[in-house]
């Protein structure tokens, strides 16, 4: 994929890749916050058990969303989590 005088050192920090995984996980809730259906519900379930499996693979504790049980709402409305390090 990279020549070696293209690598990098291959460090990733902490914060870096919880901001990433918040993101994506925003990004997921936005999008399924749009829908309420149970596969829908099911989906978000998986997605976030595969997010909470990353973050434990680099030592994050992740607090799963709420999963969207009512009408589709905005992101924007949705309360902002946080993230707690072990």
């Known amino acids: 994929m990279y020549g070696e005088e293209e ?14 995984l918040l993101a994506i ?6 999008m399924v916050s749009r829908f309420d259906a149970p596969e829908v ?12 499996a990353v973050a434990t693979a680099f030592g994050i504790r992740y607090a799963p969303s709420r999963t969207t049980t009512g009408r589709a709402r905005s992101v ?9 390090e072990t």
């Open 7 to 20: 690598r990098g050192l291959g460090i990733w920090f902490k914060d870096g890749i919880e901001n990433i």
């Open 41 to 52: 519900r099911i989906y978000r379930q998986g997605f976030a058990a595969a997010i909470s």
């Open 25 to 30: 996980d925003e990004a997921n809730l936005d």
């Open 76 to 84: 924007v409305n949705l309360p902002v989590r946080k993230w707690e």
